[in-house]
């Protein structure tokens, strides 16, 4: 196992590790208006999906989004969404599926102070917070969507448990993300005893690398320009580009990326 994934291992280190890197990436691309950080999703044939010209550019990672977020019907719902970023998918999800309130929170304070500013739509609001400690009440939400953030925390068991303490009875749990092999028993358990009721579940590892091959271009221009050249394979590897380690793990079957849906029990 390479050097990084076994400090990985740790969660303290992992922790400490992406309160920098998300923190630096914000300010290296702010620039650049980069409003996603995760992956992407695009179905074969591609999904008539109608969009804004000003969200065009984002398209395969909007397609991640829906393909989530429509799970359910999110129209005069209370949303919170766990690891928002930089506030794209909120902002689109906000505008599109009509809830009630959507709130995004992220452990980045750069990235809230950025989401703020960027993102100014009626009913979304962007707070600080630490997905393993939820700054909400019990029962706020009728819903919770977590896309593409849970393999980087530390203790992904206390973040089950806080998504179900701040979900009303009944409310449901929107969720996508990845694992390499050696993780995927581990977060099958996690998942599997957690407090909530398992209502689907699809390995999407195709739409994901066909969403990835759809954003390359902008994405390997953004490195070369923004990242030193150490880093360059860092980036390539974050972005999901075709030939990093984590396009060809998704390739070869050696990562699994998953979207899921769960409901609190009434």
């Known amino acids: 196992m390479p050097l990084i994934d076994h400090l990985l291992a740790s969660g303290l280190v992992r922790r400490a590790i992406w309160k920098l ?3 630096f990436l914000t300010r290296r691309l702010r620039a650049e208006e980069v409003l996603f950080l995760n992956y992407a999703f695009e179905d074969d044939p591609p999904r008539a999906l109608v969009l804004d010209p000003d969200d065009e550019p984002n398209r395969a990672c909007i397609q991640l989004y829906h393909h989530v977020a429509t799970q359910v019907d999110l129209r005069g719902k209370s949303v919170l969404e766990v690891s928002c970023g930089h506030g794209g998918g909120a902002s689109w999800l906000a505008r599109t599926l009509r809830p009630a309130r959507y709130t995004g929170l ?8 950025f989401c703020r500013r960027r993102h100014d739509v009626a009913g979304l609001a962007f707070v600080a917070g630490d997905a393993e400690d939820l700054p909400f009440s019990d029962a706020s939400f009728d819903v919770v969507i977590n896309v593409e953030a849970s393999h980087c925390y530390p203790h992904f068991p206390k973040f089950l448990t806080e998504v179900t303490r ?16 050696q993780g995927l028993a581990e977060w099958e358990r996690d998942l599997a005893t957690a ?4 209502r689907s579940t699809r390995v999407i590892n195709a739409e994901v690398l066909r969403g990835m091959n759809r954003n390359s271009a902008r994405s390997v221009d953004l490195i070369v320009r923004h990242l030193p050249t150490w880093m360059h394979g860092l980036g390539r590897d974050f972005a999901g580009i075709k030939g990093s380690r984590i396009y060809a793990a998704l390739e070869r079957g050696d990562v699994s990326y998953r979207s ?7």
């Open 21 to 23: 890197w998300y923190p």
């Open 106 to 113: 992220d452990l980045n304070p750069t990235g809230v102070a």
């Open 166 to 181: 701040v979900l009303r009875p009944g409310g449901e749990f929107l969720y996508a993300d990845f694992r390499f092999d």
């Open 195 to 198: 407090p909530l009721t398992l």
């Open 260 to 266: 899921y849906h769960f409901a609190k029990p009434l």
